[in-house]
């Protein structure tokens, strides 16, 4: 084995290091209520809890690949998925840009500059964010999930998160944010919120299995309560996956529906399946990398030395800088 394939292995181990001491000490001091949480649930019922979240995380690969495409980078399926599954490990360390770091560093290998990843990275965050507040502020106006303020707010919540898909406000504000022009039309927008839609559903459906009453009326409050949670750990960035607020916000929506201790088990659970579901596809997913003679990392091309990756990949680029 060569120095450069030794100095790999080295950083790749100590990076799962790192996020399996975090994943444990996200659940610190916590065990015994995850453990009787899980001995509520029938063994089954959790495993397929996992493979649907399993299914909801593979359309949200399929978002982070056509998003990244829309900026000439058209991945293989296989090594997109190993990039996304991979590097999403990295949320769970605290800070919010270890999984944006990882997924550079990954996407650096297919030729992708390390501004679009970081870009792509943003709207697939923005994406989630959007798709998150149409669906949890629809179901609070609809009085499903119910949320402190007046209901009326979730349904304005809802229109504003729905005009951020409009193309003229998604070029706008990807200038802004990017200070980059894209061409977007409504054809891709309607692509993406549609596999939203599918993980969403894949997530609510995963958390029915959890819960003993299984009625349309508990579905639409476990949907709202993790899409709503989902926002406030997005929004608290130092949190790693959102750890404390997502789990704070979901008891508190759920809670008057299902009752505190329902809704604090089936939010240890719901942290459960999806870091089991993380660890899953991260490990089915992962592609090792080729190391050359000397220790480099073997690329399809010429190197653009500014970018570290090879030239003249993006259509309409000349070097690559969006």
């Keep these: 084995m060569s120095r450069g394939q030794v100095r790999a292995w080295g950083v790749r181990a100590v990076f799962l290091v790192v996020v399996v001491g975090c994943m444990a000490w996200s659940l610190d001091g916590r065990w015994d209520e995850v453990a009787r949480a899980v001995r509520r649930v029938h063994p089954v019922a959790l495993a397929a809890a996992v493979l649907l979240t399993g299914a909801g995380l593979l359309a949200t690969s399929v978002v982070w690949r056509r998003t990244l495409a829309a900026f000439g980078h058209d991945v293989p399926r296989r090594e997109a998925r190993s990039v996304f599954f991979v590097s999403q490990l990295g949320k769970y360390v605290p800070g919010a840009v270890w999984a944006i770091g990882v997924q550079a560093r ?166 459960l399946v999806h870091t089991v579901a993380d660890v899953v596809l991260a490990a089915v997913a992962w592609r090792p990398e080729r190391v050359a003679a000397g220790g480099a990392v073997a690329t399809a091309g010429p190197v653009d030395p500014e970018l570290s990756v090879p030239a003249g990949t993006v259509p309409g680029h000349d070097d690559d800088r969006l």
């Design 106 to 271: 990954l996407a650096a290998r297919h030729a992708v500059p390390v501004r679009v990843t970081v870009t792509t990275a943003l709207m697939f965050t923005g994406i989630h964010l959007l798709t998150a507040g149409m669906l949890g502020g629809a179901l609070v106006a609809a009085g499903v999930a119910p949320a402190p303020g007046p209901r009326w707010l979730g349904g304005l919540a809802a229109l504003a998160c729905i005009g951020g898909f409009v193309p003229a406000v998604t070029r706008r504000l990807l200038r802004r944010a990017a200070g980059t022009d894209l061409v977007v039309g409504w054809r891709e927008p309607l692509a993406v919120v549609g596999l939203m839609a599918v993980a969403w559903s894949c997530y609510a459906a995963a958390l029915l299995l959890l819960v003993e009453d299984r009625s349309p009326a508990i579905l639409g409050a476990l949907a709202g309560a993790f899409a709503l949670g989902y926002v406030a750990g997005v929004l608290v960035v130092v949190a790693p996956a959102g750890l404390g607020a997502r789990e704070a916000t979901f008891v508190a929506v759920l809670s008057p529906v299902t009752g505190l201790p329902v809704a604090t088990a089936i939010a240890l659970l719901a942290r």
